[in-house]
């Protein structure tokens, strides 16, 4: 069993609420620094300050649809942490429209915070995890990276499988480098995303199990990569 590797930098999206939250209090327990970049800038900085005194856990402005805070995020918490080992792109939406009643603004929307912003932070962050020689992406992609599910949101779907490939990509371009790249892939997880949604009356996925596999996929060694880890809570065919 490999012991968390504590005190390395994880810069992570979304941190206020659902899988996003959970992360942090997994990966804050575990003993990581954390670099919180979300919306909210306020009540990251509460979180920071009840966790840390704001010293191993810093706060940060970042919105998917503006890529200016995304480089002052990545500055800020390289000139905070001294580097970056770990990136998390948790944050995400989905919007519900069929091929029926086609919505490009949503369309639009999707695509910029749940694929070209995990690609702008992957791609600003490359060089402090080529340094830190063991660099971590996980991306929360979703089991509809995998697989297209009835009606459910095709534009939503597209976005996962991009973030999927995006995965892949990073995995092979970092390899020699010691970057290894890590999709989650779940099915319905217990939080806002799903309110609403008709999901059965089998229990669902808990944001604290999510963080429990995330916290195993990034204790690993490079030596033990893992590109996609699928996650269900109904059966299906294959998932
Ligand atoms: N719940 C599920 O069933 C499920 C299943 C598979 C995959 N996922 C994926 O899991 C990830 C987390 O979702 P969740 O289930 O925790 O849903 P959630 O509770 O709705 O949280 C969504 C998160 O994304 C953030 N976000 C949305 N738009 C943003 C923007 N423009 N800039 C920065 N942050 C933004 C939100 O921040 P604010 O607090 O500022 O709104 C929030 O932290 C998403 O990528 C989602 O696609 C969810």
New binding site residues.
């Given amino acids: 069993m490999t012991l968390p590797p504590a005190g390395r930098v994880v810069m992570l999206?979304?941190?206020?609420?659902?899988?996003?939250?959970?992360l942090a209090e997994r990966l804050r327990a575990d003993g990581y620094r954390l670099s919180l970049?979300?919306?909210?800038r306020d009540?990251i900085a509460g979180m920071a300050t009840r966790w840390s005194a704001g010293e191993s856990v810093s706060a940060h402005h970042?919105?998917?649809?503006?890529s200016a805070?995304a480089r002052r995020w990545v500055d800020e918490t390289v000139a905070h942490h001294g580097g970056i080992d770990v990136v998390i792109?948790?944050?995400?939406?989905?919007e519900g429209f069929g091929l029926d009643d086609y919505d490009e603004a949503a369309l639009d929307?999707m695509w910029?915070?749940?694929v070209k912003?995990p690609t702008l932070l992957t791609h600003l962050t490359l060089p402090h995890l080529r340094t830190s020689g063991h660099g971590r992406v996980i991306?929360?992609?979703?089991?509809?990276?995998k697989r297209v599910k009835g009606g459910f949101s095709p534009g939503?779907a597209m976005?996962?499988h991009a973030?999927v490939a995006l995965t892949h990509a990073t995995r092979q371009h970092g390899w020699h480098d010691g970057i290894r790249a890590t999709a989650?892939?779940?099915?319905?997880?217990?939080?806002?995303?799903?309110?609403g949604?008709d999901?059965g009356e089998e229990p669902?996925?808990q944001?604290e199990d999510?963080a429990e596999v995330v916290s195993t996929a990034l204790a690993l060694p490079n030596s033990a990569s893992v590109a996609e880890i699928t996650v269900n809570c109904r059966l299906e065919d294959v998932f």
Wanted: hydrophobic share 45%; aromatic share 4%; net charge neutral.
């Fill in positions: 999206s979304g941190p206020v609420r659902g899988i996003g939250r959970a970049g979300g919306r909210d009540a970042f919105d998917a649809v503006d805070s792109n948790n944050a995400g939406v989905v929307r910029q915070i749940n912003a991306n929360v992609a979703s089991l509809s990276g939503y976005t996962k973030v989650i892939c779940p099915s319905f997880v217990e939080t806002d995303m799903i309110a949604v999901v669902v996925i944001p999510i």
